[in-house]
């Protein structure tokens, strides 16, 4: 069965400064693979996919993701984060062709001044 | 597009009361899904529509949810005789059929249901 890992359930980062936020999926078939940020009492918006192709894919707001077949992660990056960043960052996987997601349990992101 | 809509944002209700919820998805999408979001968790599939057709439900549906999509377009999600443990929020998504960018999933803002 898939499922989907992220291992930090919370990031304090100072404004300005680089980000990454981790994400491991288990699947037995090949995956798309999602980032999504939802803001408080917001629904989900989508950051970044991973369809098929290059594996390092750039998102809306400066964020970037890289799959790694090999070591089945889909890591999200930002350079330098901004005070409106702090939101919760979700990562989603489902299975080629099928799009049933299924998603993390979730990161915190908090930027500080 | 005019965005995935869902109403109400909110709703409180007595334990034991039955509640609707309503979704919109984008237009000319034919894929609607549900999921289901407790306080720090994220969304769990409940449920998805093809058109008016309802393809999978998940184990957490238990009987007393039930989801309709009449004529393929707006679906609903009704819960009977709530619970506490069914407070939460619950999304809705679309999506068009068919490969790549075209089943990219399109979330609403979400319907928080608080049961007293």
């Known amino acids: 069965a898939q499922s989907v890992t992220q291992l930090d359930s919370q990031v304090p980062v100072f404004e300005e400064a680089p980000v990454e936020l981790r994400c491991n999926y288990s699947s037995s078939v090949s995956v798309y693979l999602f980032w999504y940020v939802q803001y408080p009492n917001q629904g989900l918006q989508l950051l970044l996919k991973?369809?098929?192709?290059?594996?390092l894919v750039k998102g809306i707001n400066g964020f970037e993701a890289e799959f790694n077949k090999s070591q089945t992660s889909f890591h999200l990056r930002k350079p330098s984060v901004h005070i409106s960043d702090t939101a919760e960052y979700f990562c989603?996987?489902?299975?080629?062709?099928?799009?049933?997601?299924?998603f993390g349990a979730g990161t915190r992101l908090a930027v500080h001044p | 597009d005019t965005g995935v809509s869902q109403n109400p944002r909110h709703k409180i209700t007595k334990r034991g009361q039955n509640v609707t919820f309503r979704c919109d998805p984008i237009?000319?999408?034919?894929?609607l899904y549900w999921y289901r979001q407790t306080l720090g968790q994220g969304p769990e599939f409940l449920t998805y529509?093809?058109?008016?057709?309802?393809?999978?439900k998940s184990r957490l549906l238990s009987d007393r949810f039930s989801a309709e999509r009449p004529k393929g377009s707006f679906s609903t999600l009704e819960i009977q005789r709530t619970e506490q443990g069914d407070s939460a929020m619950y999304l809705c998504a679309s999506s068009r059929t068919g490969s790549g960018t075209k089943n990219i999933q399109y979330f609403g803002a979400g319907t928080r249901l608080s049961v007293l």
């Open positions: 991973y369809l098929s192709g290059s594996t």
């Open positions: 989603a996987v489902s299975e080629g062709g099928y799009n049933k997601l299924i």
């Open positions: 237009s000319e999408h034919n894929r």
């Open positions: 529509f093809q058109n008016e057709a309802q393809l999978e």
